[in-house]
Nanobody, 123 residues
Framework: QVQLVESGGGLVQAGGSLRLSCTASGRTFSSYTMAWFRQAPGKDREFVARIRRYDSLRYYRDSVKGRFTISRDNAKNTLYLQMSNLKPEDTAVYFC????????????????WGQGTQVTVSS
């Protein structure tokens, strides 16, 4: 498994921006499909964005398309989530996750998880 540590969360006003980072250690980062999930209080964890291994094909949930961008730097073993035009409904703990193959959007597909970073968007 790969070990994951998120950073970059914080408090931001609606319309603002944040960039989350997820640093990986352990196995070869480039061989993993990486994803971001989030969990708001009292709600289930939900898929946000995914970037596939090798070809970096990206996929987003509809509500973040055009506002969020997922990217990776394999040389730095780091995954990013650039979030712009943030809305109060984006408030959640954000988690990065790793899949050993071409992972999808389901929580139970992913093998490794970070501890999460809090994002709070005020109105």
């Amino acid at each position: 498994q790969v070990q994951l540590v998120e950073s970059g969360g914080g408090l931001v006003q609606a319309g603002g921006s944040l960039r989350l980072s997820c640093t990986a250690s352990g196995r070869t980062f480039s061989s993993y499909t990486m994803a971001w999930f989030r969990q708001a209080p009292g709600k289930d964890r939900e898929f946000v964005a995914r970037i596939r291994r090798y070809d970096s094909l990206r996929y987003y949930r509809d509500s973040v398309k055009g506002r969020f961008t997922i990217s990776r730097d394999n040389a730095k073993n780091t995954l990013y989530l650039q979030m712009s035009n943030l809305k109060p409904e984006d408030t959640a703990v954000y988690f990065c996750a790793a899949h050993r193959s071409d992972g999808g959007t389901a929580v139970n597909e992913y093998d490794s998880w970070g501890q999460g970073t809090q994002v709070t968007v005020s109105s």
